[in-house]
Nanobody
């Protein structure tokens, strides 16, 4: 599976951004799609995930501000980020699992910077 991310950038405190991640290759085996982020000098942590059945899960820090969705026809996952805060600044990575974790794939990462 190959992943291409887009949508990062610089935004002011309280602003919004939408990230997109398009998958290609063995897409029929995809079971979970999600987003992770890695702030400077810190570890990579999960932000939000969505299963083929539409079940979603969010990190507590983004609950109510971020929304994950997927377009199965386009094999694309989105992350709508609203009410952004400076602490949301990080490199955001798209992640796709196939066959419930047997395969694990990462995008190249996209920088999101939220200014004061």
């Amino acid at each position: 599976v190959q992943l291409v991310e887009s949508g990062g950038g610089l935004v002011q405190n309280g602003g919004s951004l939408r990230l997109s991640c398009a998958a290609s290759g063995t897409v029929f085996a995809i079971t979970v799609m999600g987003w992770y982020r890695q702030p400077p000098g810190k570890q990579r942590d999960p932000v939000a995930t969505i299963t083929t059945g539409g079940d979603t899960d969010y990190a507590q820090s983004v609950e109510g501000r971020f929304t994950i969705s997927r377009d199965s026809a386009k094999n694309t996952v989105y992350l709508q980020m609203d009410s952004l805060k400076p602490e949301d600044t990080a490199v955001y990575y798209c992640n796709v699992q196939t066959n419930w974790g047997q395969g694990d794939y990462w995008g190249q990462g996209t920088q999101v910077t939220v200014s004061e």
